[in-house]
């Protein structure tokens, strides 16, 4: 239990909000884990399919990975879970297929090779978070604050690496005040914006929960 909890403080303790969950919540989520170990490279969740557990890190890392089309190229890229992260949260809540992979990494220990990840199914994770309405609303609201980052931060690598791609095409430009560096100081200055937006839709959808 006192792994479980240590492991776990930061999905059930928000010390910035000053937001904590009810000792009986914690106490049950615990009990209820699953443990399961993974090899490196092997794939917890697969993209565009149902996610039917909430996945904790108790050891090592994983990686959350996707890809993006850009003007019909494509370009991947990853986001490290380190340990005591966590993902399915969003998934399990909503009841919708994950838009990322998550594999398996590695552990920060040379002589242990598998990943340590524990887990709760979705049936006792929804029916546990219904019992405390209270913490139940920060779990959404934090499953979408996090997912919404994800996105943003992918789909920003992703616009970074097609730009690195078009270098050429800058680099042979002798003006300054090019097109071609006007569109693409312009275009990185819409990426800010487009991640406001999507925030004031998360607080408004949350406001209806």
Known sequence: MSEGRKQMSYFFNEKVEKIYADKGLVRKIICALNCSFYEPYSVIVEKNKSVDAVHFIFGGYCYLTNLYTIEGHEFGFRIRLCERSWYGDYQVMFDCPSTFNMIAGRTNNSDIKLV?????????????????????????????????????????????????????????????????????????????????????VINKFISEV
């Not at 524990?118 to 499953?143: G, L, Q, T, V």
């Not at 931060?153 to 300054?176: G, I």
């Not at 006007?182 to 275009?187: A, D, G, L, R």
């Not at 990185?188 to 004031?200: A, C, D, V």
């Open 116 to 200: 340590k990840i524990m887990s709760i199914e979705k049936s006792f994770f929804i029916r546990y978070a219904d019992e405390y309405p209270n913490f139940r609303r920060f779990i959404i609201r934090r499953a979408c604050v996090r997912r919404a980052n994800f996105n943003f931060r992918m789909r920003l690598a992703s616009y970074e690496e097609y730009f690195k791609c078009k270098r050429y095409e800058y680099d042979s430009c002798t003006a300054p005040g090019s097109k071609e560096n006007t569109n693409h100081h312009q275009f990185r200055s819409l990426l800010p914006t487009q991640r406001f937006r999507s925030t004031k």
